[in-house]
C-alpha cells in the first residue's frame, strides 16, 4: 500500500517538474521573440491559443462556440490587419465554421438538434450546380478560381440550418439579437473613433501592400473641396464597414421592436445601437451605405405600423419604438454635429453636393443608373458571355487566386451583380439567380406574414427585408456586396432564425393557453 502511495507522489513530482520545465521553455521562447523584436510570432501564438480555445468549446457545446465564432467573424479583419494580411487568418473563420457544422450534425444524430427543410432549396440547388459545372469551363485560367467562387457563394449556405438548430425559444432569440447590437455598437463606435482620429486609429503603423490603400481611402467634396478619411473600424476596408453597417440597421431596427413587444430590457442596447449606427453611417463617407439604411428604415417603419399588433393592444409599443430609434439618432446625429463639426460638414457636404438633383455635381442618376447599365453591356461585349468564363473568374477575392498561381488576372471584370454572373456562367447564370432569389425572398415573406399581429413580426420583417435588399437591390448595383462573409454569413444565419420563428410562436401562444406543445 505505501508503495503505491509513493508511485503516486512521484507520478505528481513529474507532471509538476514537466509542466515547471515547460513554462520556463515557453517563457524563454516568448522572451526570445521579444528581444528579436519579433512580434508578429508572438501575436501568431496568441491567435493561435486563442483559436484552439474557441474550436475546442464548438466541439464540446456548439451553441456556446457558435458565438465565438460571431466574434471571431467580425473582428478577423482586425487581427489580419496586424499581422500582415495573412491569409492563414483569413480561413480561420472558415475552418470553425466547418467544425461547427460537423458539431452540428453531430448533435443531429443523437437527436439534440432539429433539421428543416427550406422550400428554396430546389431553386438554389440548380444554381449550386450551374456554378459547379462552371468550375469545369475550358476559359477559365484555373479550377482554383472556381474553387473559390464555390467557396465565397455557397460555403457559409448551412450556417441557416446551425441557425435553426440554435434557436430553441425566445431566450434564445433574446440572446442572439442581444448579442449582435452589442457587436454593432462596439464596430460601430469604433468606426467613428477612427473616423474623426484618423487612419492611425485601429491601423498598424504600416499597412500591408495588398490592403494599404483599402486601410487609407480619403474622399474630397466636389464643390468645396473638403477632404475627409473614409474610415473602415475593424474590417479592412471602408466599403465592408458600409455594408455591416446597413446589416445593423435593419437587424437593430426589427431587435427594437421585438425587445418593445417582449417588454424587454434588450431595448436600451438596441437604442443606443441605433444612435450609434447614426452616427456611424454619416461618417462612413459611403453614400449607398446612406441611402440603403434610410430607405430600410422608411420602409420597415411603414411596414411595422401594418403588421403592429393592435388586436392586443400593444400596437401603439411598435409605434413607439419606431419613434424613439428615431429620436436617438437624431440626438446621436446632434451630438456629431455640435462636437466635431468638421468631421460632421465634410461628410454631409459631400452627401448634399453628389446626391441633390439641384447639385450641380449631383451623382446619384449615374451611380444608380447610368454606370450599371454601361458595366453590364460590358458584360455582353465579351467574347464568352453566352458560357462565362467560369466561376469565380470575377468573384471577390480572385487577386488572391492570381498571386498563387503567379499569373494576372483574368480580364473579365464587370461592375454590375448581373453583369459579374454573365461574365462568370455565361446568360444562364443571372435567371437562376433571380429564381432562386425570388423563391428565397417569397418564402421568407409567407413566413412573415404569418408572424403578423404577434412579437415575432418586427424581427421578422427585418430578415425578409434584408434578405431582399442584399440578393436584388445590392447585388444589383455589385455582386461583391452578396459575396462579402459577413453580410453573406449573417443571411443564411438570419434565414434560418425566420424560419424557426412559427414554431417558437406556436409554442408561446399555446403555453399562454395551457394547451400541449404537439409533437
Known sequence: MRFVQLSERNKQRVITLSVWLLGIWIAWIVAHWVANEQTNLLLLT??????????????????????????????????????????????????LAGLSYISLLLAIRRKQAKVFRPPFLLALSLFFWLAVLQVLNPYSPSPFYGLLGLKVDFYYVPLMFLAYALIRGERDLHRFLLVFMILAVVISGLGIIQGIVGPQFLNPPTLQLDIRELGSLEKMTPLTNQVFFLPCSVFVSNGRFGLFLILAVIVGLGAAGYFVLSSSKGWRIAYL????????????????????????????????????????????????????????????????????????SSRLGFYSQTLFPSSSA????????????????????????????????????AQYVSQFLKEPMPNVAVEEGFGQLIAEMGILAPLLWILWAGVTVSACWKITRSLKGTRFFPIALAIVWYVFLLLFAMSYMVLDAYQNYVNNAFLWLLIGILFRLPEISQEQRLSLTGASVPN
Open 46 to 95: 496568441a491567435v493561435g491559443c486563442i483559436l484552439a480555445v474557441v474550436a475546442l468549446t464548438i466541439l464540446r457545446n456548439w451553441r456556446a462556440g457558435f458565438y465565438l465564432f460571431v466574434i471571431w467573424l467580425m473582428f478577423e479583419d482586425l487581427i489580419r490587419k496586424y499581422l500582415g494580411n495573412n491569409m492563414a487568418i483569413f480561413f480561420a473563420k472558415d475552418c
Open 273 to 344: 445601437g441605433m444612435a450609434a449606427l447614426a452616427i456611424a453611417i454619416v461618417l462612413s463617407g459611403s453614400r449607398g451605405t446612406l441611402l440603403f439604411s434610410l430607405i430600410s428604415v422608411m420602409a420597415m417603419s411603414a411596414a411595422f405600423l401594418w403588421g403592429a399588433p393592435w388586436k392586443w393592444g400593444r400596437g401603439r409599443r411598435l409605434v413607439k419604438a419606431i419613434r424613439r430609434s428615431l429620436i436617438f439618432a437624431g440626438l446621436g446625429l446632434s451630438a456629431l454635429m455640435l462636437i466635431f463639426p468638421a468631421a460632421a
Open 362 to 397: 449631383y451623382e446619384l442618376g449615374a451611380r444608380s443608373w447610368t454606370y450599371p447599365m454601361a458595366e453590364l453591356a460590358k458584360a455582353f461585349s465579351g467574347r464568352h458571355w453566352i458560357v462565362g468564363n467560369g466561376t469565380g473568374t470575377d468573384t471577390l477575392g
